[in-house]
Nanobody
Framework: VQLVESGGGLVQAGGSLRLSCAASGFTFDDYAIGWFRQAPGKEREGVSCISSSDGSTYYADSVKGRFTISSDNAKNTVYLQMNSLKPEDTAVYYC???????????????????WGQGTQVTVSS
């Protein structure tokens, strides 16, 4: 099982980035893919998740209206489009996979079975 994030970087406040999470080694349609982030000195928190089978999504309140999660099942890849970025969005962003087998996606950290290595997002003011 492998999850590989990409797309992080340095951006000014108000700018945009698109993160990608390429998955392999498991049946993609049986899983939800979630994005989490961890800022220095803070706990890891959920950002957004999507069901690979039906495309249902969930967003944390802090990113609603600014971030959009999407999935390309042909490529086993999930994207996180991040617009109107704020300095408080600065963190290492991780993608993770949760076996849901048709259930709805949740942003409960301990539910997730597989994790990527993370990609750094830095938003300057």
């Amino acid at each position: 099982v492998q999850l590989v994030e990409s797309g992080g970087g340095l951006v000014q406040a108000g700018g945009s980035l698109r993160l990608s999470c390429a998955a392999s080694g498991f049946t993609f349609d049986d899983y939800a893919i979630g994005w989490f982030r961890q800022a220095p000195g803070k706990e890891r928190e959920g950002v957004s998740c999507i069901s690979s089978s039906d495309g249902s999504t969930y967003y944390a309140d802090s990113v609603k209206g600014r971030f959009t999660i999407s999935s390309d099942n042909a490529k086993n890849t999930v994207y996180l489009q991040m617009n109107s970025l704020k300095p408080e969005d600065t963190a290492v962003y991780y993608c993770a996979a949760d076996f849901i087998n048709g259930l709805g996606p949740v942003l409960t950290l301990y539910e997730y079975d597989y994790w990527g290595q993370g990609t750094q997002v830095t938003v300057s003011s």
